[in-house]
């Protein structure tokens, strides 16, 4: 006697729809990101001279509008400390090193 076993059958297609930005559209993202970038760099090249020796690879969350930051040996960790206190606020993430990006491309 032979079992039929069920079929399933695979999705096709995405499940949100794919977004098509102009290269207008893509200019403005990429030049906010930097703008943004460049508020933040300033908070950690100040701050980072102070916590390379004892917190060397961890995170640092800035918020640039309070000029405050957060640090962590966990990414998440770090992050959830800036949501609790600014939860709507967009933050920028360094890794405390001398580049202060995590990994190399």
């Given amino acids: ?35 943004f970038y460049q508020r933040c760099k300033p ?4 701050t980072k ?3 390379i020796e004892t917190h060397y690879n961890w995170y640092m969350v800035v918020e640039p509008e309070s000029g405050e930051y957060f640090i962590s040996k966990e990414e998440m960790t ?15 993430i360094f890794k405390i090193n001398e580049t202060g990006v995590a990994g190399t491309i």
């Fill in 78 to 92: 770090a992050i959830n400390m800036s949501r609790q206190k600014y939860p709507k606020a967009p933050v920028f």
């Fill in 1 to 35: 006697m032979t079992e039929v076993k069920p079929t399933r059958t695979a999705r096709r297609g995405r499940i949100f729809p794919q977004v098509q930005w102009t290269e207008e559209q893509k200019a403005q993202s990429s030049s906010r990101r930097e703008a």
């Fill in 43 to 46: 908070i950690f090249d100040r």
């Fill in 49 to 51: 001279p102070q916590f």
